[in-house]
Protein backbone atom coordinates (compact mmCIF):
# COMPACT_ATOMS: atom_id res chain seq x y z
CA UNK A 1 0.00 0.00 0.00
CA UNK A 2 1.52 3.50 -1.13
CA UNK A 3 2.21 5.68 2.16
CA UNK A 4 -1.11 8.34 2.32
CA UNK A 5 0.36 12.06 2.89
CA UNK A 6 -2.21 14.13 4.41
CA UNK A 7 -2.87 17.11 2.18
CA UNK A 8 -3.77 20.11 4.21
CA UNK A 9 -6.78 21.94 5.17
CA UNK A 10 -7.22 25.07 2.00
CA UNK A 11 -6.67 28.16 4.39
CA UNK A 12 -4.25 26.12 6.20
CA UNK A 13 -0.44 25.56 6.33
CA UNK A 14 0.80 22.22 6.95
CA UNK A 15 1.54 21.15 10.06
CA UNK A 16 5.08 20.56 11.41
CA UNK A 17 6.69 17.66 12.44
CA UNK A 18 8.23 18.29 16.03
CA UNK A 19 12.24 17.20 16.23
CA UNK A 20 12.60 13.23 16.75
CA UNK A 21 14.18 13.07 20.35
CA UNK A 22 17.64 11.20 19.49
CA UNK A 23 18.08 8.17 21.44
CA UNK A 24 20.93 9.05 23.96
CA UNK A 25 18.69 11.77 25.36
CA UNK A 26 16.61 9.47 27.02
CA UNK A 27 19.16 7.55 29.57
CA UNK A 28 20.40 11.02 30.03
CA UNK A 29 16.86 12.31 30.95
CA UNK A 30 16.43 9.25 33.67
CA UNK A 31 19.38 9.81 34.67
CA UNK A 32 18.78 13.19 35.81
CA UNK A 33 15.91 12.51 37.25
CA UNK A 34 16.97 10.24 39.67
CA UNK A 35 19.64 12.67 40.33
CA UNK A 36 16.83 15.29 41.34
CA UNK A 37 15.28 12.82 43.33
CA UNK A 38 18.26 11.15 45.00
CA UNK A 39 19.01 15.02 46.31
CA UNK A 40 15.65 15.20 47.54
CA UNK A 41 15.73 12.11 49.42
CA UNK A 42 18.74 13.29 51.20
CA UNK A 43 17.48 16.50 52.16
CA UNK A 44 13.87 15.27 53.54
CA UNK A 45 15.28 12.20 54.81
CA UNK A 46 12.72 10.16 53.63
CA UNK A 47 13.81 7.24 52.02
CA UNK A 48 10.30 5.48 51.10
CA UNK A 49 9.82 8.32 48.15
CA UNK A 50 12.27 6.03 45.61
CA UNK A 51 12.64 2.63 47.78
CA UNK A 52 12.04 -0.65 45.56
CA UNK A 53 8.37 -0.97 47.38
CA UNK A 54 7.15 1.64 46.26
CA UNK A 55 8.95 1.32 42.74
CA UNK A 56 6.59 -2.15 42.35
CA UNK A 57 3.63 -0.44 43.81
CA UNK A 58 3.86 2.44 41.41
CA UNK A 59 4.31 0.26 38.41
CA UNK A 60 0.76 -1.66 39.73
CA UNK A 61 -0.64 1.11 40.09
CA UNK A 62 0.17 2.36 36.88
CA UNK A 63 -0.83 -0.41 34.43
CA UNK A 64 -4.57 0.00 34.92
CA UNK A 65 -4.16 3.88 33.22
CA UNK A 66 -1.62 2.82 30.50
CA UNK A 67 -3.74 0.20 29.52
CA UNK A 68 -6.97 2.31 29.31
CA UNK A 69 -4.78 5.02 27.75
CA UNK A 70 -3.12 2.37 25.41
CA UNK A 71 -6.82 1.49 24.51
CA UNK A 72 -8.13 5.05 23.89
CA UNK A 73 -4.86 5.81 21.79
CA UNK A 74 -5.87 2.65 19.31
CA UNK A 75 -9.55 3.96 19.14
CA UNK A 76 -8.45 8.22 18.60
CA UNK A 77 -5.83 7.14 15.90
CA UNK A 78 -8.45 5.50 14.19
CA UNK A 79 -10.40 8.56 14.59
CA UNK A 80 -12.88 7.43 17.43
CA UNK A 81 -13.19 9.75 20.18
CA UNK A 82 -13.00 7.47 23.42
CA UNK A 83 -14.88 8.57 26.03
CA UNK A 84 -15.95 5.22 27.52
CA UNK A 85 -12.78 4.00 28.44
CA UNK A 86 -14.43 4.29 31.92
CA UNK A 87 -17.27 2.25 31.14
CA UNK A 88 -15.20 -0.22 29.13
CA UNK A 89 -12.90 -0.71 32.75
CA UNK A 90 -16.01 -1.49 34.62
CA UNK A 91 -16.84 -4.08 32.45
CA UNK A 92 -13.65 -5.89 32.41
CA UNK A 93 -13.46 -5.88 36.36
CA UNK A 94 -16.66 -7.94 36.41
CA UNK A 95 -15.45 -9.82 33.66
CA UNK A 96 -12.37 -10.44 35.07
CA UNK A 97 -13.98 -11.58 38.29
CA UNK A 98 -16.60 -14.00 36.52
CA UNK A 99 -13.78 -15.62 34.30
CA UNK A 100 -11.52 -16.11 36.89
CA UNK A 101 -14.08 -18.29 39.63
CA UNK A 102 -15.37 -19.83 36.74
CA UNK A 103 -12.40 -20.93 34.47
CA UNK A 104 -9.23 -19.55 36.89
CA UNK A 105 -6.67 -16.86 36.41
CA UNK A 106 -5.90 -17.07 32.57
CA UNK A 107 -9.87 -17.23 31.95
CA UNK A 108 -10.37 -13.90 34.27
CA UNK A 109 -7.49 -12.24 31.47
CA UNK A 110 -9.86 -13.57 29.05
CA UNK A 111 -12.92 -12.71 30.70
CA UNK A 112 -11.65 -8.78 31.54
CA UNK A 113 -11.03 -8.51 27.43
CA UNK A 114 -14.04 -10.38 26.42
CA UNK A 115 -16.18 -8.04 27.85
CA UNK A 116 -14.02 -4.67 27.30
CA UNK A 117 -14.21 -5.61 24.14
CA UNK A 118 -17.72 -5.77 23.80
CA UNK A 119 -18.07 -1.91 24.90
CA UNK A 120 -16.11 -0.99 22.49
CA UNK A 121 -18.27 -2.85 19.65
CA UNK A 122 -21.15 -1.63 21.18
CA UNK A 123 -19.11 2.37 21.17
CA UNK A 124 -17.93 1.37 16.78
CA UNK A 125 -21.67 0.77 16.43
CA UNK A 126 -22.87 3.95 17.93
CA UNK A 127 -19.99 5.96 16.71
CA UNK A 128 -19.28 4.47 13.55
CA UNK A 129 -22.50 3.00 11.81
CA UNK A 130 -25.21 5.21 13.29
CA UNK A 131 -23.15 8.71 13.91
CA UNK A 132 -24.04 9.05 17.14
CA UNK A 133 -21.45 11.99 18.82
CA UNK A 134 -18.37 10.43 20.07
CA UNK A 135 -19.32 12.37 23.47
CA UNK A 136 -22.29 11.80 23.89
CA UNK A 137 -21.65 8.08 23.17
CA UNK A 138 -18.84 7.17 25.56
CA UNK A 139 -20.68 9.08 28.86
CA UNK A 140 -24.48 7.23 27.81
CA UNK A 141 -21.88 3.62 27.96
CA UNK A 142 -19.81 4.75 31.18
CA UNK A 143 -23.52 4.99 32.71
CA UNK A 144 -24.69 1.86 31.33
CA UNK A 145 -21.42 -0.04 31.85
CA UNK A 146 -21.88 0.96 35.50
CA UNK A 147 -25.01 -0.14 35.77
CA UNK A 148 -24.54 -3.71 34.10
CA UNK A 149 -22.03 -4.20 36.23
CA UNK A 150 -23.80 -3.53 39.60
CA UNK A 151 -26.50 -5.63 38.43
CA UNK A 152 -24.49 -9.01 37.33
CA UNK A 153 -22.80 -8.48 39.94
CA UNK A 154 -26.03 -8.80 42.51
CA UNK A 155 -27.03 -11.58 40.33
CA UNK A 156 -23.94 -13.88 40.20
CA UNK A 157 -21.92 -13.33 43.24
CA UNK A 158 -24.20 -12.53 45.81
CA UNK A 159 -25.17 -15.99 46.31
CA UNK A 160 -21.56 -17.05 46.07
CA UNK A 161 -19.52 -18.08 49.26
CA UNK A 162 -17.25 -15.23 50.40
CA UNK A 163 -19.24 -12.88 47.90
CA UNK A 164 -21.90 -10.36 48.24
CA UNK A 165 -23.95 -8.06 45.90
CA UNK A 166 -20.99 -4.83 45.51
CA UNK A 167 -17.90 -7.56 45.57
CA UNK A 168 -16.67 -11.38 44.44
CA UNK A 169 -15.15 -13.85 46.43
CA UNK A 170 -10.97 -14.09 46.49
CA UNK A 171 -10.34 -14.21 43.10
CA UNK A 172 -7.11 -16.55 41.90
CA UNK A 173 -3.61 -15.62 41.96
CA UNK A 174 -1.98 -14.96 38.28
CA UNK A 175 1.87 -16.06 38.84
CA UNK A 176 5.11 -13.84 39.33
CA UNK A 177 8.06 -13.09 37.79
CA UNK A 178 11.57 -12.04 39.27
CA UNK A 179 14.93 -12.29 37.61
CA UNK A 180 16.68 -14.66 40.15
CA UNK A 181 19.87 -14.00 42.06
CA UNK A 182 19.51 -10.04 41.38
CA UNK A 183 16.86 -8.93 44.11
CA UNK A 184 19.39 -9.83 46.71
CA UNK A 185 22.31 -8.11 45.62
CA UNK A 186 20.14 -5.17 44.87
CA UNK A 187 18.88 -4.74 47.81
CA UNK A 188 22.10 -4.77 49.82
CA UNK A 189 23.17 -1.67 47.31
CA UNK A 190 19.90 0.19 48.33
CA UNK A 191 20.05 -0.37 51.76
CA UNK A 192 23.58 1.75 52.09
CA UNK A 193 21.60 4.56 51.41
CA UNK A 194 24.59 5.87 48.42
CA UNK A 195 23.62 8.35 46.88
CA UNK A 196 22.86 7.91 43.60
CA UNK A 197 23.84 4.23 42.98
CA UNK A 198 21.27 3.05 45.65
CA UNK A 199 18.55 4.72 44.18
CA UNK A 200 19.58 2.92 40.77
CA UNK A 201 18.99 -0.23 42.43
CA UNK A 202 16.04 0.41 44.29
CA UNK A 203 14.54 1.55 40.71
CA UNK A 204 16.30 -1.83 38.81
CA UNK A 205 14.93 -3.79 41.97
CA UNK A 206 11.33 -2.82 41.67
CA UNK A 207 11.25 -3.15 38.06
CA UNK A 208 12.29 -6.72 38.21
CA UNK A 209 11.39 -8.12 41.59
CA UNK A 210 8.14 -9.83 42.39
CA UNK A 211 6.18 -8.25 38.70
CA UNK A 212 2.78 -9.85 38.05
CA UNK A 213 2.86 -11.59 34.95
CA UNK A 214 0.17 -9.26 33.35
CA UNK A 215 2.76 -6.61 34.59
CA UNK A 216 4.72 -8.04 32.13
CA UNK A 217 2.09 -8.71 29.23
CA UNK A 218 0.80 -5.07 29.54
CA UNK A 219 4.43 -3.95 28.53
CA UNK A 220 4.63 -6.08 25.76
CA UNK A 221 0.95 -4.98 24.24
CA UNK A 222 2.75 -1.12 24.59
CA UNK A 223 5.76 -2.47 22.38
CA UNK A 224 3.51 -4.30 20.07
CA UNK A 225 1.28 -1.49 19.67
CA UNK A 226 4.26 0.61 18.68
CA UNK A 227 5.21 -1.81 16.22
CA UNK A 228 2.07 -2.49 15.01
CA UNK A 229 0.44 1.25 14.08
CA UNK A 230 3.84 2.57 13.18
CA UNK A 231 5.63 -0.18 11.64
CA UNK A 232 2.61 -2.05 9.46
CA UNK A 233 0.80 -1.68 6.40
CA UNK A 234 -2.21 -2.74 8.78
CA UNK A 235 -1.17 0.25 11.19
CA UNK A 236 -0.67 2.58 8.65
CA UNK A 237 -4.17 2.15 7.30
CA UNK A 238 -5.24 2.44 10.65
CA UNK A 239 -3.94 5.91 11.34
CA UNK A 240 -5.19 7.18 8.08
CA UNK A 241 -8.79 6.31 8.79
CA UNK A 242 -8.27 8.93 11.88
CA UNK A 243 -6.04 11.64 9.47
CA UNK A 244 -8.28 11.47 6.45
CA UNK A 245 -10.86 8.88 6.11
CA UNK A 246 -11.56 10.04 2.63
CA UNK A 247 -8.44 9.46 1.62
CA UNK A 248 -7.67 6.19 2.54
CA UNK A 249 -10.92 5.16 1.40
CA UNK A 250 -10.04 6.57 -2.21
CA UNK A 251 -6.64 4.48 -2.10
CA UNK A 252 -8.88 0.73 -1.02
CA UNK A 253 -8.82 1.30 2.38
CA UNK A 254 -12.30 0.10 4.48
CA UNK A 255 -12.60 3.16 6.91
CA UNK A 256 -15.73 0.74 8.24
CA UNK A 257 -14.10 -1.89 9.21
CA UNK A 258 -11.17 -0.31 10.62
CA UNK A 259 -12.12 1.36 12.77
CA UNK A 260 -14.41 -0.92 14.23
CA UNK A 261 -11.40 -3.25 14.81
CA UNK A 262 -9.36 -0.36 16.45
CA UNK A 263 -12.23 0.71 18.37
CA UNK A 264 -12.95 -3.24 19.91
CA UNK A 265 -9.33 -3.11 20.26
CA UNK A 266 -9.71 -0.11 22.52
CA UNK A 267 -12.05 -1.65 24.78
CA UNK A 268 -10.54 -4.78 25.16
CA UNK A 269 -7.62 -3.25 25.91
CA UNK A 270 -9.32 -0.90 28.48
CA UNK A 271 -11.24 -3.98 29.67
CA UNK A 272 -7.76 -5.76 30.77
CA UNK A 273 -6.68 -2.82 32.80
CA UNK A 274 -9.93 -3.48 34.51
CA UNK A 275 -9.19 -6.67 35.41
CA UNK A 276 -5.83 -6.02 36.22
CA UNK A 277 -7.40 -3.97 39.15
CA UNK A 278 -9.87 -6.81 39.84
CA UNK A 279 -7.05 -9.79 39.85
CA UNK A 280 -3.85 -7.95 40.66
CA UNK A 281 -4.58 -4.58 42.78
CA UNK A 282 -7.05 -6.10 44.66
CA UNK A 283 -7.80 -9.85 44.01
CA UNK A 284 -11.26 -9.35 43.69
CA UNK A 285 -14.21 -7.36 42.56
CA UNK A 286 -15.42 -4.67 43.91
CA UNK A 287 -18.32 -1.86 43.14
CA UNK A 288 -17.11 1.07 41.69
CA UNK A 289 -13.38 -0.08 41.56
CA UNK A 290 -12.15 1.86 38.64
CA UNK A 291 -12.50 5.13 40.58
CA UNK A 292 -12.22 7.26 37.33
CA UNK A 293 -9.37 5.41 36.41
CA UNK A 294 -10.29 5.65 32.85
CA UNK A 295 -10.60 9.42 32.81
CA UNK A 296 -7.15 9.59 34.18
CA UNK A 297 -6.36 6.98 31.14
CA UNK A 298 -7.56 9.21 28.90
CA UNK A 299 -5.77 12.61 30.13
CA UNK A 300 -2.35 9.99 29.91
CA UNK A 301 -3.12 9.44 26.30
CA UNK A 302 -3.61 12.85 25.77
CA UNK A 303 -0.15 14.48 28.10
CA UNK A 304 1.80 11.60 26.03
CA UNK A 305 0.13 13.01 22.65
CA UNK A 306 -0.99 10.00 21.42
CA UNK A 307 1.88 8.24 21.45
CA UNK A 308 2.27 4.67 23.60
CA UNK A 309 5.78 6.03 24.98
CA UNK A 310 3.82 9.09 26.05
CA UNK A 311 0.98 6.99 27.19
CA UNK A 312 3.58 4.62 29.47
CA UNK A 313 5.02 8.13 31.02
CA UNK A 314 1.86 9.90 32.22
CA UNK A 315 0.46 6.72 33.60
CA UNK A 316 4.12 5.95 35.71
CA UNK A 317 4.22 9.05 36.92
CA UNK A 318 0.39 9.47 38.37
CA UNK A 319 0.63 5.58 38.97
CA UNK A 320 3.83 6.95 41.28
CA UNK A 321 2.07 9.50 43.11
CA UNK A 322 -0.50 7.16 44.09
CA UNK A 323 1.50 4.49 45.38
CA UNK A 324 3.37 7.22 47.36
CA UNK A 325 0.84 8.57 49.47
CA UNK A 326 -1.01 5.09 49.47
CA UNK A 327 2.76 3.59 51.15
CA UNK A 328 3.75 6.90 53.03
CA UNK A 329 0.91 8.99 53.46
CA UNK A 330 1.17 12.85 54.32
CA UNK A 331 4.93 12.55 55.42
CA UNK A 332 5.64 11.04 52.09
CA UNK A 333 3.37 13.26 49.82
CA UNK A 334 4.81 16.58 52.03
CA UNK A 335 8.50 14.58 51.36
CA UNK A 336 7.08 15.15 47.52
CA UNK A 337 6.12 18.49 47.80
CA UNK A 338 9.70 20.02 47.32
CA UNK A 339 10.63 17.50 44.44
CA UNK A 340 7.11 19.29 43.01
CA UNK A 341 8.63 22.42 43.28
CA UNK A 342 11.68 21.84 41.63
CA UNK A 343 9.95 20.07 39.00
CA UNK A 344 7.82 23.16 38.12
CA UNK A 345 10.64 25.39 38.65
CA UNK A 346 12.37 23.73 36.06
CA UNK A 347 9.61 23.66 33.78
CA UNK A 348 8.95 27.54 34.09
CA UNK A 349 12.87 28.20 33.22
CA UNK A 350 12.26 26.12 30.31
CA UNK A 351 9.04 27.79 28.95
CA UNK A 352 10.42 30.85 29.15
CA UNK A 353 13.87 30.56 27.97
CA UNK A 354 13.67 27.76 25.19
CA UNK A 355 9.62 28.33 24.05
CA UNK A 356 9.49 32.10 24.97
CA UNK A 357 6.05 31.70 26.61
CA UNK A 358 6.64 33.76 29.35
CA UNK A 359 3.16 33.87 31.00
CA UNK A 360 2.95 30.25 31.19
CA UNK A 361 6.70 30.07 32.67
CA UNK A 362 6.15 32.63 34.72
CA UNK A 363 2.65 31.23 36.27
CA UNK A 364 4.81 27.45 36.63
CA UNK A 365 7.81 29.39 38.55
CA UNK A 366 5.27 31.39 40.82
CA UNK A 367 3.43 27.90 41.56
CA UNK A 368 6.49 25.92 42.02
CA UNK A 369 7.88 28.54 44.52
CA UNK A 370 4.39 28.51 46.30
CA UNK A 371 4.75 24.36 46.69
CA UNK A 372 8.61 25.11 48.29
CA UNK A 373 7.22 27.53 50.74
CA UNK A 374 4.36 24.71 51.64
CA UNK A 375 7.07 22.89 52.18
CA UNK A 376 9.18 24.80 54.32
CA UNK A 377 6.46 25.87 56.88
CA UNK A 378 4.45 22.60 56.91
CA UNK A 379 5.40 19.62 58.47
CA UNK A 380 2.58 16.88 56.60
CA UNK A 381 -0.04 16.88 54.32
CA UNK A 382 -3.95 16.48 55.69
CA UNK A 383 -5.49 13.31 54.49
CA UNK A 384 -7.65 15.15 52.18
CA UNK A 385 -5.85 16.68 49.98
CA UNK A 386 -2.92 13.39 50.19
CA UNK A 387 -5.76 11.27 48.61
CA UNK A 388 -6.52 14.19 45.94
CA UNK A 389 -2.61 14.58 45.30
CA UNK A 390 -2.48 11.89 42.17
CA UNK A 391 -5.06 13.93 40.22
CA UNK A 392 -3.14 17.60 41.33
CA UNK A 393 0.39 16.10 40.08
CA UNK A 394 -1.31 15.17 36.71
CA UNK A 395 -3.10 18.14 36.28
CA UNK A 396 -0.28 20.61 37.50
CA UNK A 397 1.39 18.26 34.88
CA UNK A 398 -0.62 18.62 31.94
CA UNK A 399 -1.27 22.53 32.67
CA UNK A 400 2.97 23.52 32.48
CA UNK A 401 4.56 20.37 31.02
CA UNK A 402 2.46 21.02 27.44
CA UNK A 403 4.40 20.13 24.75
CA UNK A 404 3.14 21.11 20.98
CA UNK A 405 0.09 18.10 21.13
CA UNK A 406 -1.29 17.10 17.89
CA UNK A 407 -4.68 14.75 17.89
CA UNK A 408 -5.33 12.40 14.64
CA UNK A 409 -6.93 15.65 12.07
CA UNK A 410 -10.72 13.56 12.27
CA UNK A 411 -10.57 12.58 15.66
CA UNK A 412 -14.50 12.96 16.84
CA UNK A 413 -15.69 13.47 13.26
CA UNK A 414 -18.75 11.61 11.85
CA UNK A 415 -17.61 10.06 8.48
CA UNK A 416 -20.12 8.45 5.71
CA UNK A 417 -18.93 6.29 3.31
CA UNK A 418 -18.46 8.04 -0.37
CA UNK A 419 -17.54 11.30 1.35
CA UNK A 420 -15.02 13.85 -0.07
CA UNK A 421 -15.40 11.96 -3.56
Aim: glycine share 16%; with cysteine; aromatic share 8%.
Amino acid sequence: MSTIVRAPKPGTAPVARGRRVPFWAWPLALSAAIVVIAMVREITGKDDIFSAGTIGAALAWAMPLALAGLGGLWSERAGVINIGLEGMMILGTWGAAFGAIHGGPWMGVVGAMVCGALGGLVHALATVTFGVDHIVSGVALNIVALGAASFLAARFFGELEGGSDVQSPPLPELPEMSIPGLSGTLGAIEEHGWFFVSDVAALVRGLTTDLSVLTVIALLLFLGTWWVLWHTPFGLRVRSCGESPASAETLGVNVYLYKYIAVTASGGLAGLGGGFLAMVASSAYREDQTGGRGYIGLAAMIFGNWRPGGVLMGSGLFGYIDALQLRGGGESIHALLLLVGVLLLAIGIWQITRRQRLVQGSVAVLVGIGVVLLWVVTDTIPGDFTRFAPHLTTLLVLAFASQRLRMPAANGRVYRRGEGH
